[in-house]
């Protein structure tokens, strides 16, 4: 169980740290990238040792986050020592791969702001408010006075763009706004962070062809799902924005994509209209928001296609 804390004393407890290991979530976004790098640059600026560690392999479109170059992959040959673990946007101790076991921490720090946050930090500073966590880390520089330069606002800008759909999606609230509109004042241009974001590689289009034809409807067209089967599956090409597609259809209230990543492991995405996505990820050890949510199914794909169908058909 986390002991919560503020944001001054999240602030504080950053700077008592001299060796500090950042760490994403896997299957990084723009949020966990942004919200890492853009307060690692800070730490540094204070002349902390800073590691930022990502367990898993970064879309070539990050490439235009500032130091991006810098972001390490744990090696489960070395532990490093570390006076802080702070988990940037992950909700369990899970999401983080082998950062959990190749650390070796005083103090473990969560900063997040996933509703199905598992408190599995010491201290955690969660705003399930928040449309993403680099509105937590504008909140949190805003608080402690603390600097912003238009590499950070970069990072920061990207982070919140991506977590709210371009300020489109119900978390987008009256604070997000303003937030961006201060990262603008950095000298941010939001047309070339867009222009990075929607970029596709012809990869990531021609499977996009390949996996429309799995189109399906269940429950008088309230559900729809895509699958992309095991054979198709490349781990190389992004496809996070696949799940857009049954997504945005007239009478669909959840959208679903199942990924076979492996013949008996098939990651899911689901995204809603109105009901709790979350829990129902929850229900498979995943976790998320409440119209967007994650999971990992154990099974081949038609059998967890299968059971969490089932638990979704109960909700509507
Ligand atoms: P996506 O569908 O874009 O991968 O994820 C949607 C949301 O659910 C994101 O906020 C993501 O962090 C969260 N999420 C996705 N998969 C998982 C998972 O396996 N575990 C947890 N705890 N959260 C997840
Ligand atoms: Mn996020």
Redesign the pocket.
């Known amino acids: 169980m986390s002991k919560n804390l503020s944001l001054q004393e999240t602030g504080e407890l950053l700077l008592q740290a001299e060796k500090i290991v950042l760490c994403t ?1 896997v ?1 990084p ?1 723009g949020d966990t990238l942004g919200s890492a790098l853009g307060l690692a640059r800070f730490l540094r600026q204070q002349g902390k040792e800073v590691t930022v560690y990502c367990d898993d392999q970064i879309n070539a479109g990050f490439g235009f986050l500032p130091e991006i170059e810098l972001v390490q992959r744990p090696s489960a040959d070395v532990i490093v020592e570390a006076d802080m673990l702070a988990v940037i946007d992950a ?2 101790f899970d ?1 983080i791969g082998l950062a959990a076991t190749q650390v070796r921490y005083k103090t473990l720090l969560n900063i997040d702001h ?1 509703i ?1 946050n598992t408190r599995f930090a010491d201290y955690l500073y969660l705003d399930a408010e928040a449309a993403a966590t680099g509105e937590v880390m504008c909140d949190l520089f805003v608080a402690m006075g603390w600097p912003l330069d238009y590499e950070m606002a970069v990072c920061f800008y990207t982070a919140i763009t991506t977590d709210c759909g371009s300020f489109r999606y119900a978390n987008t609230t009256p604070k997000t706004m303003r937030q961006a509109a201060m990262l603008l004042e950095y000298g941010v241009q939001s047309n070339e962070i867009s222009d990075c974001l929607d970029m596709r590689s012809r990869s990531t289009v021609e499977l996009l062809g390949k996996v429309l034809p799995s189109l399906t409807f269940e429950r008088d067209g309230r559900i729809a799902y895509l699958t992309i089967t095991n054979d198709l599956y490349d781990k190389s090409t992004n496809t ?1 924005s696949f ?1 857009s597609y049954p997504r945005y259809i007239e009478g669909v209230e959840i959208a679903v994509m199942f990924k076979a990543v492996e013949p008996e492991v098939t990651r899911v ?1 689901m995204r809603s209209q109105s009901v709790d996505v979350a829990q129902v ?1 929850v229900r498979f050890g ?4 409440l119209r ?5 199914i154990y099974a081949p794909v038609e059998e967890a296609r299968r059971q969490l169908l089932a638990e979704l058909s109960k909700l509507i």
């Open positions: 979530h299957s976004d909700s369990s999401r996933h199905s996070d799940v995405s990820a995943g976790g998320g928001h967007a949510a994650g999971c990992t």
